[in-house]
């Protein structure tokens, strides 16, 4: 399917996987995608209450070439001629909390809170509500795309925390409900929930490596999230593939030292032992990378897209580039689904 299509089907995506698996990285590819296409689209990341400063702010930035950090304001990481943009904001509970109250006719409540210094107290007392702040948050930046007010995005992107806690997070409007009854907080709640539960509103994608630890965490959380949050998973993202080389089963150093000599290089019997190794950690490696993608198509039944591992010490425009080609050609290859 086309990327338009693509992203036609949400209007929200949130982006869960292990700790370090590329969420942040595949958030900003998305975004950098549907921004080529001619849309707007928002990076939301989420800072703790109380928080100086979201770490991964300055990794989102530096990805697309830009040394100012995400804050709770917004910045414009990227604008092209089409009208494409891509824009990033932290999302802080507190702050939700004293917008809320500001949209509901409760300024001068919001006020008290922030002077007497109460507002992080309200804000984190009861257990869930954080969270429920932040996606209460997240379905009105969503209703307002659906309404398509001028200054909406049209593609809003969850850079969500990671798995364990990406559960708790969805099922925080859940927890509500049920100690509620009545009142603005349970209305929120439900609405958080119509959200959650409506797949043309929001959809998550997983993102993990194939790796063997992070693809049964994987798993492991589809199954959470479709039991207790009732979002629709989307697909799953395979992210740093490794190129998979022509490598010969065995690799023998004196074959290594015959072909080095061929080529016109000299190589030491240590260095060539060392190559020897490394071509046979390569080979492993191939070996259960197909494996664990293989066995990830089995025990989860959904789609895949494919990133590249990308051979740089810190990602920043031209890897944006080269990933978000390669998340495109992905895209091409999904056949949409069946009405
Ligand atoms: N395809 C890739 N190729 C090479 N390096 C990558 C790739 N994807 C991510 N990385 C690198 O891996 C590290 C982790 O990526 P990233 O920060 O996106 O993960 P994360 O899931 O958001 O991590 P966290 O759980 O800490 O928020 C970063 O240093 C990033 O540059
Ligand atoms: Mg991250």
Redesign the pocket.
């Known amino acids: 399917m086309g990327p338009l299509t693509f992203f036609s089907q949400a209007r929200l995506l949130i982006i869960t996987?292990?700790?370090?698996?590329?969420?942040?990285?595949?958030?900003?590819v998305i975004a950098n995608l549907a921004a080529g296409q001619g849309l707007r689209a928002t990076v939301v990341q989420i800072t703790a209450p109380g928080a100086q400063e979201e770490p991964?702010a300055a990794?989102l930035s530096r990805?697309f070439g830009q040394d100012e950090p995400v804050d709770y304001e917004g910045i414009v990481l990227l604008a092209n001629s089409s009208g494409g943009e891509v824009t990033a904001r932290a999302v802080r509970p507190d702050a939700a909390l004293v917008e809320y109250l500001h949209l509901h006719g409760m300024r001068r409540l919001s006020r008290r809170l922030v002077a007497s210094g109460a507002l992080d107290v309200v804000a984190t007392a009861v257990p869930g509500m954080p969270d429920m702040l932040v996606l209460g948050k997240l379905k009105q930046m969503e209703r307002a795309a659906a309404a398509g007010q001028p200054d909406a995005a049209d593609l809003i992107v969850l850079?969500a925390p990671?798995a364990g806690h990406a559960v708790r997070f969805l099922q925080s409007p859940y927890g509500l409900l049920d100690a509620t009854s009545g009142g603005p907080i349970q209305a929120q709640a439900q609405e958080v929930v119509d959200m959650l539960g409506d797949p043309s509103r929001c959809q998550v994608l997983l993102?993990t490596t194939p790796e063997e630890t992070p693809v049964s965490e994987t798993i492991e959380t589809a199954q959470l999230l479709e039991e207790k949050a009732g979002t629709k998973l989307g697909g799953v993202v395979v992210?740093?593939l490794l190129p998979v080389l022509a490598l010969p089963p065995v690799i023998e150093p004196a074959e290594l030292g015959r072909l080095a000599k061929a080529a016109g290089a000299r190589l030491s019997p240590v260095e060539l032992a060392s190559l020897a190794a490394a071509g046979q950690l390569r080979l492993r490696r191939q070996e259960s990378q197909a494996a664990q993608v293989a066995r990830l198509a089995v025990e989860l039944p959904l789609r895949q897209l494919e990133?590249?591992?990308?051979?740089?010490s810190?990602?920043g425009p031209y890897?944006l580039g080269q990933?978000t080609d390669a998340f495109a050609t992905a895209v091409e290859g999904l056949v949409p689904a069946s009405p």
């Open positions: 996987g292990k700790g370090g698996v590329g969420k942040t990285t595949v958030s900003g991964e990794h990805f850079d990671a993102v992210n740093g990133l590249p591992f990308c051979f740089s810190e990602l890897e990933l």
